[in-house]
């Protein structure tokens, strides 16, 4: 893979620091569950299947450090790592889908020795990781077949490898339409504020020489009216089991503009995404995150002292705007609670 998001490098979890880029390249490395959740939290890594991929590994490397010992005290240790790694952020649920895999397996074993549950837990990250790249090529080749030879796609934030254990969602579905030989292009929007299309999403781009225009976010609307935008592709953090989908904030902005200009919206997510618990997009949890973010960027302030600042990290598209989601197993045509229910179920039913 030209971006390889994490890896692991020496018995620890090396992920690749998005919060410098482009203007670095470097690595952090994570030795324990506390650590990977501080990277989640100060999204050092960030996009919802690479969260749970990285927080898989998170249990897996404390179970690593715990290993050997008594069970009374590596299970202690593991309940505290999962609780570590659960509360680093509240929107993507591919982290609590893969925290609960990987109790799952841990429960399990309930007298098996603590050296073999390690062993196992490793064995089970290193699965959701190669799981998340296989489910991302699938998505991409489905995806790929709804756009036409020249399409010219919009994508709000990252949804790409940067996000994923590799290939991507959204961008995984436009460079597997590239590999299939069509002259796609893409229009990435800046993504404030937090900058993952101007800074991620181009980076990835140009690293795999696929064009790309970046524009800002307020931008949409007039090159949707002048004909400069065939599709849009975004990715998810949480779909709703009507069909509703949380992502990043400004998503439904988007999704409203396109409804507007008769342009299809689609959105690329795992089955992973889906979280058939929550009604509608109304009982996703909405994060809110620092006031700094929205204040100024890295050591650069332009807002006055004392300003009150709201910093919703995601918001909610309604089903009813959204063409349809793509996932590993298909394509759900105009999503709603009887169709994501039947993929859902189907997808289940062909996985035993």
């Given at each position: 893979m030209s971006v390889e998001t994490m890896r692991i490098e020496n018995g620890f979890l090396q992920l690749?620091?998005?919060?410098?880029l482009p203007l670095a390249f470097e690595t952090v490395m994570c030795r324990n569950a506390a650590?990977?959740?501080?990277?989640?939290?100060?999204?050092?890594?960030?996009?919802?299947?690479?969260?749970?991929?990285a927080a898989a590994y998170g249990v897996a490397l404390e179970a690593r450090i715990a290993a050997g010992q008594m069970r009374p005290i590596f299970d202690?240790?593991?309940?505290?790592?999962?609780?570590?790694?659960?509360?680093?952020?509240?929107?993507?649920?591919?982290?609590?889908?893969?925290?609960?895999?990987?109790?799952?397996?841990?429960?399990?074993?309930?007298?098996?020795p603590s050296d073999e549950v390690a062993a196992l837990l490793f064995h089970e990250a290193c699965a959701i990781f190669e799981e998340d790249i296989a489910a991302n090529r699938a998505m991409g080749a489905h995806g790929a077949a709804l756009l036409t030879q020249d399409a010219r796609v919009l994508t709000h934030c990252n949804a790409g490898a940067l996000a994923t254990?590799?290939?991507?969602?959204?961008?995984?579905?436009?460079?597997?339409?590239?590999?299939?030989g069509k002259n796609i292009s893409v229009i990435a929007d800046e993504t404030r504020p937090f900058l993952q299309?101007?800074?991620?999403?181009?980076?990835?781009?140009?690293?795999?020489?696929?064009?790309?225009?970046?524009?800002?976010?307020n931008m949409a609307g007039h090159?949707?009216?002048?004909?400069?935008?065939?599709?849009?592709?975004?990715?998810?953090?949480?779909?709703?089991?009507?069909?509703?989908v949380a992502n990043k904030i400004g998503t439904y902005m988007v999704a409203v503009l396109a409804a507007r200009h008769n342009i299809p919206f689609?959105?690329?997510?795992?089955?992973?995404?889906?979280?058939?618990?929550?009604?509608?997009?109304?009982?996703?949890?909405?994060?809110?995150?620092?006031?700094?973010?929205?204040t100024g960027f890295r050591n650069v302030r332009w807002?006055?002292?004392?300003?009150?600042?709201?910093?919703?990290?995601?918001?909610?598209?309604?089903?009813?705007?959204?063409?349809?989601?793509?996932t590993e197993k298909g394509v759900i045509s105009r999503p709603d609670r009887n169709t994501v229910a039947a993929h859902c179920s189907a997808a289940n039913m062909n996985k035993t």
């Open positions: 690749i620091d998005q919060r410098v650590e990977t959740a501080e990277a989640i939290r100060s999204m050092v890594v960030r996009g919802a299947p690479a969260i749970g991929c202690a240790t593991l309940e505290q790592a999962f609780s570590i790694l659960a509360a680093s952020r509240p929107t993507a649920v591919n982290l609590f889908w893969a925290l609960e895999r990987m109790r799952r397996l841990w429960t399990q074993q309930g007298h098996m254990a590799g290939h991507g969602t959204a961008l995984g579905v436009i460079r597997s339409a590239v590999e299939a299309g101007a800074r991620l999403t181009a980076w990835e781009m140009v690293q795999e020489k696929i064009p790309v225009t970046l524009i800002a976010d090159m949707m009216k002048s004909g400069a935008i065939d599709a849009v592709i975004v990715g998810a953090d949480r779909i709703a089991a009507n069909g509703d689609y959105v690329a997510a795992p089955l992973s995404t889906f979280d058939l618990s929550a009604a509608s997009g109304d009982a996703i949890p909405i994060e809110e995150r620092s006031a700094d973010e929205v807002a006055p002292e004392g300003v009150l600042v709201a910093n919703p990290a995601f918001d909610v598209t309604p089903a009813e705007l959204i063409a349809a989601i793509i």
